[in-house]
């Protein structure tokens, strides 16, 4: 079946580091791929998506490329902020109906040191 | 944007009573709504897809019987937990997407830090 794989965290940075969460995927067809983040004890909030190949998401300075051939969707930002710090899940939903949930990876928890 | 609205968003119980949660689409209507659970440093567990009019499918692992789901219009879900015990304490969240359209993504609520002691 369908699947996420995200990369393990913690990931721990010092601010205006860098940042790369990889996510890779299975899916048959072709789905749409989400970045979600939880801050510390909220809900989940739509970071960004792409619905087909080659398409680029961004907010916040995050962007994520939707890349077929890799089957991936990295999220990726050139300066992180301590207010960067959270958790975020990569999602694909292999649906356009809205009455399926979406494939959730397992999550990864970032922290950014002052 | 679509909002979907939770409460509440804290709730301390005492063991054996019961606990509901209210999940509402307020600017959209959802026929479908899904419940979380998330352990601690974890990923979301889906429990239950919540079907408007209907009756709610329940994961594998999930009582039914505990976890009490009312879907009575296509703007509110609501999750009972019955007979509540301190192994139900966890963070519990609920999502819903726009029936009205085609591949969006799904929007959240604040989510529930559930008590029992």
């Known amino acids: 079946g369908d699947s996420v794989t995200q990369m393990e965290g913690p990931v721990t940075l010092s601010e205006e580091a860098c940042l790369t969460i990889?996510?890779?995927?299975?899916?048959?067809?072709?789905?749409?791929l989400f970045w979600y983040v939880q801050y510390p004890g909220e809900g989940l909030q739509l970071l960004l998506k792409?619905?087909?190949a080659d398409d680029k998401g961004s907010n916040k300075g995050f962007e994520a490329t939707y890349r077929k051939e890799t089957t991936s969707f990295h999220l990726e930002k050139g300066s992180v902020q301590v207010s960067d710090s959270a958790v975020y899940f990569c999602?694909?939903?292999?649906?356009?109906?809205?009455?399926?949930?979406?494939?959730w990876g397992a999550g990864t928890k970032l922290i950014i040191k002052p | 944007g679509a909002v979907v609205s939770q409460h509440p968003s804290r709730v301390i119980c005492k063991s054996g009573t019961s606990v509901k949660i209210e999940c509402r689409s307020l600017?959209?209507?959802?026929?479908?709504m899904f419940w979380y659970r998330q352990f601690p440093k974890q990923s979301l567990m889906l429990m239950a897809t919540?079907?408007?009019?209907?009756?709610?499918?329940?994961e594998q692992g999930v009582e039914k019987d505990k976890f009490l789901i009312n879907h009575a219009s296509l703007t509110l879900s609501t999750l009972t937990v019955t007979s509540a015990h301190p192994e139900d304490s966890s963070f519990y969240i609920c999502?819903?997407?726009?029936?009205?359209?085609?591949?969006?993504?799904?929007?959240f609520g604040q989510g529930t830090r559930l008590t029992v002691v």
């Open positions: 999502s819903a997407r726009d029936s009205g359209r085609v591949g969006t993504e799904a929007f």
């Open positions: 600017d959209f209507q959802a026929t479908t």
């Open positions: 919540s079907n408007e009019g209907s009756k709610a499918t329940y």
């Open positions: 990889n996510c890779t995927y299975t899916a048959t067809g072709y789905p749409s």
């Open positions: 792409a619905t087909k």
């Open positions: 999602a694909l939903s292999d649906r356009p109906d809205s009455n399926y949930q979406l494939i």
